[in-house]
């Protein structure tokens, strides 16, 4: 069970591990038996809603749970017992959509209206490009939409659009900071707000750390300061770069970045040049987690401006 067990989860929480228990007593675990495949999860508050459940499309899994087994689910669901707090994390009498990562997507009452939309296949990438994707981490949904558009609007009113991003330079032995057009151009602001600073900090909590942990094994205690940034139409990069190079920042592990508004702006994508030249553009509240040792950069903005959440963990 995870910190997110504690309240009612919702849509881009990672369903916390839990033990089902059949009917005949047998009994497996969600992520070690589950995981891997689309899943349709149910928690019909009677058996007749159990009985009108839909077929659920080919090589997705369905799975009908609650405090107790219901009997009589519809064909292609399996009915298991759980945990009642893990049960109650979910809430009763709902459908729920998640993704091959256990991550919930949608909700829904029972019963339905009418069956769930199918969710269009992912074709796999051939071998040729495989060789040259990045060792980047993408977690959807890490900020919610709402979320995102407050973001902006601090940045753009409360913060009055934020400062010129410098950069640290050494000069007659002292640091210094200094604006550098060659090397990148933005605005960037630390909120000022703390119920926001706390919303974000609770969401990296909840949705981006634990993944962290889980797919490089590696334990955060320590978050540099978040920042909010612009990147402007026409004048809008940042240059290829590592982003714990330096002495002041040589603490650094990972980079985690927030797109706040995809889709607002062309251009401005992440790209990784010593994996290729694939470019990585993530949808609206979903976090890019990569080493600070990756070579990596942020394209020109071409046309509106892009906005992003970014902080480094050690």
Not at 212 to 228: G, S, T
Not at 252 to 276: H, I, K, T, W
Request: hydrophobic share 45%.
């Amino acid at each position: 069970m995870n910190a997110a067990a504690s309240a009612h989860w919702l849509p881009g929480d990672r369903l916390p591990d839990v033990r089902l228990r059949a009917a005949d007593g047998e009994s497996c675990t969600l992520h070690a038996e589950f995981a891997g495949a689309p899943l349709w999860l149910a928690t019909p508050l009677d058996a007749q809603t159990a009985a009108r459940l839909p077929s659920p499309p080919p090589g997705t899994v369905a799975l009908c749970v609650g405090p107790s087994v219901i009997e009589g689910a519809a064909a292609g669901w399996q009915a298991f017992a759980a945990d009642p707090r893990w049960c109650a994390g979910l809430g009763a009498g709902l459908f729920w959509r998640a993704d091959t990562n256990l991550r919930l997507q949608e909700s829904q009452p029972l019963p339905l209206d009418a069956p769930p939309l199918p969710v269009s296949a992912i074709a796999p990438l051939t071998d040729e490009r495989m060789l040259t994707i990045a060792p980047v981490l993408q977690v959807p949904g890490v900020f919610e939409p709402e979320l995102c558009a407050a973001l902006i609007r601090h940045l753009e009113v409360d913060c009055a659009g934020g400062d010129v991003s410098a950069v640290l330079v050494l000069q007659d032995g002292e640091q210094r900071l200094q604006v550098d057009p060659n090397i990148k151009q933005r605005r960037e602001t630390i909120p000022r707000d703390a119920q926001l600073e706390a919303r974000m900090h609770e969401r990296l909590m909840r949705r981006a750390l634990p993944e962290l942990a889980r797919v490089f094994n590696f334990e955060v205690r320590r978050r540099d300061p978040f920042k909010l940034l612009a990147y402007p139409e026409g004048a809008g990069y940042f240059r290829a770069h590592r982003d714990n190079e330096t002495p002041d920042v040589a603490h650094r592990r990972f980079a985690l970045s927030v797109n706040l508004n995809q889709g607002d702006y062309v251009g401005g994508e992440f790209r990784y040049p010593e994996f290729g030249p694939h470019l990585f553009s993530p949808q609206t509240g979903a976090a890019l987690v990569f080493s600070c040792s990756v070579l990596h950069e942020v394209m020109p903005v071409e046309r509106g401006t892009r906005y992003a959440m970014t902080t480094f963990l050690a």
